[in-house]
């Protein structure tokens, strides 16, 4: 099992053990599950700390796509490219994200 915190810092080049950007870390973190949340899945944003595992936040089928929605939303609210290009490529597979999920939760 792995944290949700320390697994986000990992995805944008964090060292783990440093703490200084926990707190706006987790307010993306937890916005990101909110957009999930709204999608269908019951998930509840309650990152604070790097405590919270995965598994403990939701344990299905879909965890790799939370993982992945999660960890774009904080890449572009958090450490946004300064190429236009990327930018965009990466809001795009965002979006390819969440759409995949929502009609994954639709044929359930």
């Not at 899945?41 to 879909?62: A, M, Q």
């Not at 990466?90 to 359930?108: C, F, G, H, N």
């Amino acid at each position: 099992m792995s944290s949700i915190l320390r697994d986000v810092k990992h995805t944008l080049g964090v060292d783990p053990e440093d703490r200084t950007f926990d707190t706006e870390l987790c307010l993306h973190i937890n916005a990101a599950l909110a957009i999930v949340q709204q999608i269908g899945l019951p998930v509840e944003p309650r990152v604070v700390d790097d405590s919270l595992e995965w598994e403990n936040l939701y344990i299905g089928t879909h965890l790799d796509n939370i993982r992945e929605i999660v960890s774009l939303h904080c890449r572009l609210t958090f450490d946004p490219s300064q190429y236009s290009f990327v930018t965009s490529a990466l809001e795009k597979i965002l979006e390819e994200a969440k759409v995949r999920l929502s009609y994954s939760l639709e044929v359930q």
